[in-house]
């Protein structure tokens, strides 16, 4: 049992909006992948250290998929919300959606799985405050991320 208080996930959620400039697009007039993975990083550090109240390394990416392109001057609208938490690491999904904002036609475009560790003042890591799991998904998506964790330090 954590002696940190739990905190709610709706505390921690993070959202991002960014605008397709040409320095963030490849030749083909769409954004980097690498670009999104920047941004979907930031995203999740920002949940993470909302979450931890410290500051937050990355550690591990789990899942990247990208679906559908977005193009120079449209938007590309990025959540990170917190799903899982450890002694002093954190499961956060990010989902990104292409918007035109011409049209008003929205896609999704990525979704992404980071683990962040808390660091203390030494930059070792330190403990999290537990997420408050309110619902039955809440709890499951805690033990499905429980096990991927043993699966990831599994492969050490």
């Not at 049992?1 to 993070?14: E, G, I, N, V």
């Not at 109240?53 to 001057?73: N, Q, Y």
Request: net charge neutral; aromatic share 6%; hydrophobic share 45%.
């Amino acid at each position: 049992m954590s002696a940190l208080p739990a905190r709610r996930r709706a505390a921690s959620l993070t959202e991002m909006v960014e605008y397709v400039l040409p320095q963030h697009a490849n030749v083909a007039g769409t954004v980097f992948g690498g670009q999104i993975m920047a941004w979907v990083d930031l995203c999740a550090a920002i949940c993470a250290q909302r979450h931890a109240g410290r500051p937050c390394v990355t550690a591990f990416v789990d899942d990247i998929l990208f679906k559908r392109p977005v193009r120079v001057g449209q938007v590309v609208r990025l959540r990170a919300e917190l799903i899982a938490t450890f002694r002093t690491s954190m499961e956060i999904d990010v989902s990104v959606t292409g918007e035109d904002t011409l049209t008003g036609e929205q896609w999704p475009t990525l979704e992404a799985r980071v683990v962040f560790v808390a660091m203390d003042d030494d930059r070792k890591p330190a403990p999290v405050p537990p997420l408050l799991l309110e619902t039955p998904e809440d709890h499951r998506a805690q033990a499905a991320a429980e096990e991927r964790r043993k699966a990831r330090l599994a492969k050490r």
